[in-house]
């Protein structure tokens, strides 16, 4: 090369570098990738243009420089594209994820803990590099998949989107058996997301509020019933803290998951819900399924008509969340890196906005933000469970 030609780096090593540290370079609009590619690729690295002959000691000086140069080049290029692209890269770690991630869910695919689970894994997939894998383990209320997470490797590269049930409800409920100790044999990364609770009901049940089903509950003692998703779950505590706030005497109706228990509520099998609206919403639109009022502490917008159950019973505050936990003995390092991770992850405005859209609220957080979720929780709903003497059936 002479002293004075120019030096090119090639868009085929130019576009995969910063397609591997910028994760939203695959959907970044063409044009703007393109001329930023182009104007990495074509920038001119002129070598000192001093006249020492080729072949010196000063020959590996000016080569180091280049490549200083090419590596700045190459930097400011992913900075750029990042910001084209509205991409957060999370901070530098030593940890390396080397291989495929097991992501392991509780429940059948189509319910929100699926839902919550599958959004993460193709958000969280560029930003570490290797595949995010689903892997739906049903059955005992979350328990078997819990388990299998438990007993993995603690090498980071297996994950378990867990349920406020499972952290809160399930640990203090008695009568209730446990495969592991959530405490001792699970570690929290990051709480992910909120959903909205919501009563419905079969459309053709004869009350159409809350007041009207509390009059024909109390009239028809043990006639009603309502679904869940297992025993345990945040749904079935829904049901018996509205039942013991109320004072009538409903039939509760537990399923492996919240799909088939939605079913049986559209074919007419069951009476009504409470649980997750994210899981509702298909048949809400569709007019096989009527909303009634909402058990949280604010209406979701895209309802935001229907009435809050603590109208009628002030006390009734139900709120249910999403949080990734790894296995026992996972190092702070991974733990660190995974909370980076969901966190850069909750900071991408298309995850708001796929969040938004099916009915939920990111949380995020730090993992002590998460514990001590965690431990309120637990607080509040032992309370509920020990007042209205609640048992696992």
Known sequence: MSE??????????????????????????????????DAAASRVLRPNSSPTPRNTVDQ?????????????????????????????????????????VLFLNGFPPGGTSDLIGRILSEALRPLVGQSVIVENRTGASGFIAAEACAHS??????????????????????????????????????????????????????????????????KNPGKLTYASSGIGT??????????????????HIPYR?????????????????????????????????????????KASPLLGDLPLISTWLPEYKVTNWFGVVGSAGLSAKWVTYWNDAINSVARQPKFKQMMADNSMEIIAGTPDEF??????????????IQRGGIRAQ
């Open 257 to 297: 998951g919240g799909v088939p228990a939605i079913q049986d509520i559209v074919n007419g099998r069951v009476d009504m819900m409470f649980g997750n609206m994210p899981e509702f919403m298909g048949q809400i639109r569709g007019g096989r399924l009527k909303p009634i009022a909402f058990g949280g502490t």
């Open 371 to 384: 514990k001590a979720t965690i431990a309120s929780d637990r607080k509040r709903w032992g309370e509920v």
């Open 234 to 251: 945040s749904q079935h505590l829904s049901g018996e803290l509205f039942k013991r706030l109320a004072g009538v005497d409903i039939l």
């Open 4 to 37: 004075n030609s120019t030096f090119q780096i090639p868009k085929d090593v130019i576009e995969p570098m910063i397609q591997a540290h910028v994760p939203s370079m695959a959907t970044a609009a063409r044009g703007d990738k393109s001329k930023l590619v």
């Open 153 to 218: 490797a603690p090498d980071g590269h297996t994950l378990f989107l867990t349920t406020m049930a499972i952290m809160t409800i399930n640990p203090v409920m008695p009568g209730q058996i446990m495969p592991i100790n959530v405490d001792r044999d699970l570690t929290p990364i990051s709480n992910v997301a909120g959903v909205y609770n919501l009563l419905v009901v079969h459309p053709n049940v004869p009350f159409k509020t809350v007041p009207e089903l509390i009059d024909y509950a109390k």
């Open 60 to 100: 590996p000086r000016r080569r180091v420089s280049m490549k200083r140069r090419t590596l700045t080049i190459i930097a400011a290029g992913m900075a750029a594209v990042a910001v084209l692209t509205g991409a957060y890269p999370f901070p530098a770690s030593a940890q390396q994820v080397t291989k495929s």
